[in-house]
């Protein structure tokens, strides 16, 4: 490849990434001719770091759970959006908070310790990290774009986390869901 083909790339892969927390898709890598063999040498030398399958995270951006929100989305591919108690927390909902553990305790820098990211998809998607519900099709009207980060719409997460709050036999965090609303 020409040296000016590579510098092109490189600078297109440092625009893409911007836009997208530090983030990068196996496929948009390869989209701009990134061999396999590179990705792995630049995970290797810590350039790249895997956060979801088939995303990585440039290794000069700092992690963040909102990155890591987006990383998920990104995994899931086209249609993949952040649902239940992430879309909550997206949207500032009471009882919703990033990084929180299920039974409300605050989340560590300690990956084992904090909340799985909560999407809805149409894919088979596998990590300790991700909470998927699967769908056959997510309605246009239910997905919105909270700090350019895929969604579902307020209404649809106060729904989801109505069915969520039951389950868990959290009406009182429901309650006090609802009456910030």
Known sequence: M???????????????????????TRAELADEGISDSTIVRWVASEVLVPVFPRVFRHAA???????????????????????????????????????????????????????????????RLRSPMLMCTRTQQIPPLDVKHVRGIPATSVERTLIDLAEVFHKDHQRSRWTRLCAVI
Do not use: M, Y
């Open 61 to 123: 951006v700092p992690e963040t759970w909102e990155q890591r929100v987006l990383a998920a989305c990104l995994s899931g591919g086209e249609g993949t959006v952040a649902s239940h108690r992430s879309a909550g927390a997206l949207w500032g909902l009471d009882n919703c908070r990033p990084g929180v553990l299920p039974n409300g305790t605050s989340g560590s820098v300690d990956k084992a310790e904090v909340s799985p990211i909560e999407i809805l998809t149409t894919r």
């Open 2 to 24: 020409p040296v000016h083909a590579s510098f092109t790339s490189n600078v297109r892969l440092a625009e893409l990434a911007r836009t997208q927390r530090g983030l990068l």
